[in-house]
């Protein structure tokens, strides 16, 4: 990756003629089977860039209340769109439930915010959602005359561990966000996939949040190696998150949830958290406790590390 940076052309993105940009943005759109895609810096922005193409002032998006553009993203679209969210509770498989859904689109009247955007994420907090579920909720959307808009910063996770393609994954969807700065091991970057009207309004609103980037070619360069190498391998750290958890379920007095991607949580007795944290930190592995432990694979990450991780915890846990 380091060496495609390295030796990648560059141009001047603001201008639209940056070879390796171009090249990233294309072969993004044609992966995810969209006309057109934008590369942006952060997943935080190609999310707030597709909320403010979909929606308008005073218009609303239905959204998971632990989504991460409802509450992870600063109030973006609230701040800087006058995008109202609707957030609705995520079942703990992750879904927002059609009924809700359905209940939370507002009738056209003066009372209410506009409702025009459905936001689904996933892979959600490590979840995904099955495709059968994202079919049923985006047509519900459609027939309801909303846009929808998957923030997919982890959309690769849920295609390999469905065994399904990346179109499939997010199929039904109007615009994807993407990001390459997670488990694809990219420094940097996120993709935004749509019509190619969407982006370029996408275009605009990116150079008014400052995310217009002139010798980018450097850093789009390691997102397309990303895409064109560090997919199919995520099927390795789901793998290794099944073997972390494994070795730590069998441990008195935590809760270890399972794994379907490469995240998964651990529940520690409130009294444990600060000698936990204190005995993984002594064998170098810093850890947040709150609110809860999260543990994430990615390709940085390899089986003897985990191992050293469970054998640690094991230690802790035995006195
Ligand atoms: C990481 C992430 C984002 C965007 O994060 P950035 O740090 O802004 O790139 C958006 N959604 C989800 C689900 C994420 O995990």
């Known amino acids: 990756m380091r060496e495609a940076m390295a030796a990648a052309p560059v141009g001047d993105d603001v201008y639209g003629d940056d070879p390796t940009v171009n090249a990233l943005q294309q072969h993004a759109a044609e992966l995810?089977?969209?006309?057109?895609a934008l590369f942006a810096p952060s997943g935080t922005q190609t999310n707030l860039i597709a909320l403010l193409v979909h929606c308008g002032r005073g218009d609303e998006y239905l959204v998971g209340q632990e989504a991460h553009t409802f509450r992870y993203e600063g109030g973006g679209a609230a701040v800087l769109g006058s995008i109202q969210p609707q957030p609705i509770a995520n079942q703990p498989d992750g879904s927002l439930l059609l009924a809700d859904?359905?209940?939370?689109?507002?009738?056209?009247?003066?009372?209410?915010a506009r409702t025009t955007l459905l936001a689904l994420e996933n892979t959600i907090g490590g979840k995904v959602l099955p495709a059968a579920y994202?079919?049923?909720?985006?047509?519900l959307a459609h027939e309801r005359g909303l846009a929808t808009h998957l923030d997919g910063a982890r959309i690769c996770n849920a295609a390999v561990a469905q065994g399904i393609d990346l179109r499939a994954a997010v199929a039904g969807f109007d615009s994807v966000s993407v990001c390459l700065s997670k488990g694809l091991g990219a420094p940097v970057g996120s993709i935004l996939c749509g019509s190619r009207a969407f982006v370029e309004e996408g275009k605009r609103w990116r150079k008014m949040l400052?995310?217009?980037?002139?010798?980018?070619?450097?850093?789009?360069a390691a997102g397309l190696h990303a895409l064109r190498h560090n997919v199919a391998r995520l099927a390795e750290d789901h793998a290794n998150a099944a073997f972390l958890a494994d070795a730590l379920q069998g441990i008195g007095g935590i809760a270890v949830s399972t794994p379907q991607t490469n995240i998964f949580y651990v529940d520690v007795p409130p009294a444990h958290c600060a000698g936990l944290a204190e005995a993984l930190s002594a064998a170098g592995i810093r850890v947040s406790m709150a609110p809860r432990l999260r543990l994430v694979t990615h390709l940085g990450v390899t089986r003897a590390q985990l191992r050293t991780v469970a054998d640690v915890f094991t230690t802790y846990f035995k006195h």
Do not use: C, L, S, W
């Open 32 to 36: 995810f089977g969209f006309e057109a």
């Open 101 to 112: 859904i359905a209940t939370q689109i507002k009738p056209r009247d003066i009372h209410f």
């Open 134 to 139: 994202v079919a049923q909720a985006t047509a």
């Open 210 to 220: 400052g995310g217009g980037m002139r010798q980018a070619g450097t850093i789009a």
